[in-house]
């Protein structure tokens, strides 16, 4: 049984950082994909970050309203994604969603990841 279990949100003043985990059993990543989904109140889910291992590299992408302030890694002994956010803004509050699957995708809702985790709420203030 595959389970996803982010941690690491919570409340923040505008411009500071939060690192968002998300740990993963009965799955192994591989050339897997890997992403972060986030969706605010009244809002359709969308797509933050996603990471698929190669052959020696990372494949990532990010939305272009988190680029250069967002990192994505993985680490494979551990079975766990990070989502390294810096310079946090108040439209980055929302519920922050692990997903995964074997298709990468950060366009819509999600609909290509197979399993998803129960989320973690981030809040950034002004």
């Known amino acids: 049984q595959v389970q996803l279990v982010e941690s690491g949100g919570g409340s923040v003043q505008a411009g500071g950082s939060l690192r968002l985990s998300c740990a993963a059993s009965?799955?192994?990543?591989?050339?897997?994909?890997m992403a972060w989904f986030r969706q605010a109140p009244g809002k359709e889910r969308e797509g933050v970050a996603s990471?698929?291992?190669?052959?020696?590299?990372?494949?990532?992408d990010y939305a272009d309203s988190v680029k250069g302030r967002f990192t994505i890694s993985q680490d494979n002994a551990k079975n766990t994604v990070y989502l390294q956010m810096n310079s946090l803004k108040p439209e980055d509050t929302a519920m922050y969603y692990c997903?995964?699957?074997?298709?990468?995708?950060?366009?819509?809702?999600?609909?290509?990841?197979?399993?998803w985790g129960q989320g973690t709420q981030v809040t950034v203030s002004s």
């Open positions: 997903a995964a699957g074997v298709a990468c995708g950060l366009t819509g809702p999600g609909a290509v990841y197979n399993y």
């Open positions: 009965g799955y192994t990543f591989r050339s897997n994909c």
């Open positions: 990471i698929r291992r190669g052959s020696g590299v990372y494949y990532v």
